[in-house]
């Protein structure tokens, strides 16, 4: 059974730092991309950041690049976002998701469109 996992999410003040986590089971991290997408309420959902488990790339929405790191711990099948600097426009739920065949980056896909499997999500508030 597939089954994608967030947590790390919380209630933070602007300017501080959340590492959000997405454990995997039921499949392995090198043979996805897995990426992170966030939707904030009366929003479209949108693509924060990805990684290509099996040649390491990765991509960054241009509203985190330079903010947010992903990375994955394969020995765990697990993938984290760090988030710093967070602004309250970075509220959202987060949703972690795996694509087998998902190319990261890929403008007709920045919603999540081609990804298999999707978890519950976890939700970011970020106060001013």
């Known amino acids: 059974e597939v089954q994608l996992v967030e947590s790390g999410g919380g209630l933070v003040q602007a300017g501080g730092s959340l590492r959000l986590s997405c454990a995997a089971s039921g499949f392995t991290f090198d043979d996805y991309a897995i990426g992170w997408f966030r939707q904030a309420p009366g929003k479209e959902r949108e693509g924060v950041s990805c990684?290509?488990?099996?040649?390491?790339?990765?991509w960054y929405d241009d509203s985190a690049s330079g903010r947010f790191t992903i990375s994955s711990d394969n020995a765990k099948n697990t993938m984290y976002l760090q988030m710093n600097s967070l602004k309250p426009e970075d509220t959202a739920v987060y949703y972690c998701?795996?694509?087998?065949?998902?190319?990261?980056?890929?403008?007709?896909?920045?919603?999540?469109?081609?990804?298999?499997?999707w978890g519950k999500g976890t939700l970011v508030t970020v106060s001013s």
């Open positions: 990684i290509m488990s099996s040649n390491g790339r990765t």
């Open positions: 998701a795996a694509g087998e065949y998902y190319y990261c980056g890929d403008p007709g896909l920045r919603s999540g469109a081609g990804m298999d499997y």
